[in-house]
């Protein structure tokens, strides 16, 4: 059994803004300072039990349950360490930064731990507003990214499959920033022409171009103070990418038409589901601009990679699509849905469970694999009996698909190798390619 914490220790940690309790060497919680009691209520019932009691309800360490304890790094490198984790609270459920300092005694043996509680501002304040729900490993180290990166300036870098919620997880990093009473502009950089891309990104002065008839300010402007997110970011041509490098470099643009130079002040934050590295390697993607922006890469997850989340987000979902009707979905249905990879991620997902939803005629949800949308593009049809032509077919192997992907259609145009405007022409028959 450990000694009494000596008075100075403990007066120390009640005199700390921060909720801060002290763990002995066996787990167990010796004390909580007031911002602690004042968070938690009556701290008497934690007194002398585990910590990973308290925290996570379980019934042996953390680390032996599938989680990073940050006790162990710090026993090894007796240095402080840093976790975030889910854990219980009056609240319910919520996002906690969890950091662990050793104290040694004069001996230089092992004494104590003080833990150190730092609730997520997003998770606790807009819980479930952005969407980033999950407890999965994967899910919880790209939070804890987030959450290291956002009080800094340095760039992030999105990286991930379409409908994995990137624009979410800006939104995340801009709302756990100093800058969130600030602007966040979203930027779609798919599909952008030279004139367009310089016209909202940098704005435009009155009679820049035919129809300018005022001045307009753009993109970058509007996000003064605040954070730029650019949605698809492998998406811009090579020509234009020197023009954002240009603005990265020198944080300096010029309006369209316009001869002042003015000053942008903006955090960036971008994404892609494109292999950047590879596109630099082959030319497609300039290696300087790359360098510029990939200072700190956030991998997110495909849903098929934190596949126990999928009950949390289905709950999650139903709650958003229908928070008038209680909403279920059958245990079959569920393991239907476990078995799946979703191709199109948290986007397909919701698709299903928004087609299930109004197909249903009560509140218990039950989706069938057989229904349209639900079915693999690699099965169009049902068998020789019902053998389509040679151009529905088609039609249905398009739809299927863009089902998959989560309705995404530049996506499904990029990996078909058409345009999007072929592609909404297959979508609605070839007959509409004859007119």
């Known amino acids: 059994m450990s000694a009494a914490p000596p008075g100075e220790l403990l007066a120390l940690i009640e005199s700390l803004p921060e909720p ?14 007031a911002a602690y009691r004042h968070t938690f209520g009556n701290p008497s019932e934690i007194i002398g039990r585990a ?17 990073s304890c940050p006790r162990q ?3 090894k490198t007796r240095r402080p ?21 050793p104290i040694h005694d004069s001996h230089g043996r092992l004494a104590y731990f003080v833990e150190t509680l730092r609730f997520l501002r997003e998770a606790r304040e807009q819980a479930g507003t952005l969407g980033m729900v999950g407890r999965a490993p994967v899910f919880t180290r790209m939070l804890d990214l987030i959450n290291r990166v956002a009080p ?15 624009e979410l997880a800006a939104q995340a990093v801009h709302a756990l920033s100093p800058r969130r009473d600030k602007p966040f502009v979203p930027v779609d950089c798919s599909g952008m022409t030279e004139s367009l891309f310089e016209s909202e990104l940098f704005g435009y002065e009155k009679g820049a171009f035919t129809g300018a008839g005022q001045r307009k300010a753009g993109l970058v402007e509007t996000a003064a103070g605040g954070t730029l997110f650019l949605d698809e970011l492998g998406d811009i041509p090579l020509h234009l990418q020197v023009k954002l490098l240009r603005l990265l470099e020198t944080g300096a643009y010029r309006r369209v038409g316009g001869v002042d130079i003015l000053r942008a002040d903006f955090r960036l934050v971008a994404a892609t589901h494109r292999d950047l590295a590879a596109m630099v390697a082959s030319g497609e993607f300039r290696r300087d601009l790359y360098y510029r922006i990939a200072a700190f890469p956030i991998h997110l997850p ?11 987000l289905v709950e999650h979902l139903l709650r958003r699509l229908s928070p008038e009707r209680p909403l279920r979905l059958d245990a ?22 928004e087609r299930a939803m109004l197909m249903a005629d009560g509140d218990l949800l039950r989706i069938d694999p057989s229904e349209p949308g639900n079915v693999s593009p690699a099965a169009p049809f049902a068998g020789a009996d019902d053998l389509p032509s040679l151009e529905e077919a ?7 698909a863009l089902e998959r992907l989560g309705g995404d259609r530049g996506e499904l145009a990029r990996r078909l190798g058409i345009s999007e405007r072929t592609l909404y022409r297959k979508l609605a028959g070839t007959r509409a390619e004859r007119r």
């Open 20 to 33: 801060r309790i002290l763990v002995d060497p066996d787990y167990r919680i010796l004390a909580a300072n």
């Open 51 to 67: 910590c990973y009691e308290t925290s996570h309800h379980y019934d042996r360490p953390c680390d032996e349950c599938g989680e």
């Open 73 to 75: 790094t710090a026993m």
């Open 81 to 101: 360490s840093r976790v975030l984790h889910l854990h219980h609270t009056p609240r319910g459920q919520e996002y906690v930064d969890v950091e662990l300092v």
């Open 152 to 166: 800094a300036m340095t760039p992030v870098l999105l990286l991930g499959e379409s409908g994995t919620g990137k």
């Open 302 to 312: 495909a849903l098929r990679e934190r596949r126990e989340d999928l009950p949390l």
């Open 332 to 353: 079959d249905s569920l393991a239907r849905l476990a078995r799946h990879d979703f191709p199109g991620n948290i986007r397909e997902l919701r698709n299903i469970l």
């Open 394 to 400: 088609e039609r249905r192997y398009v739809r299927a």
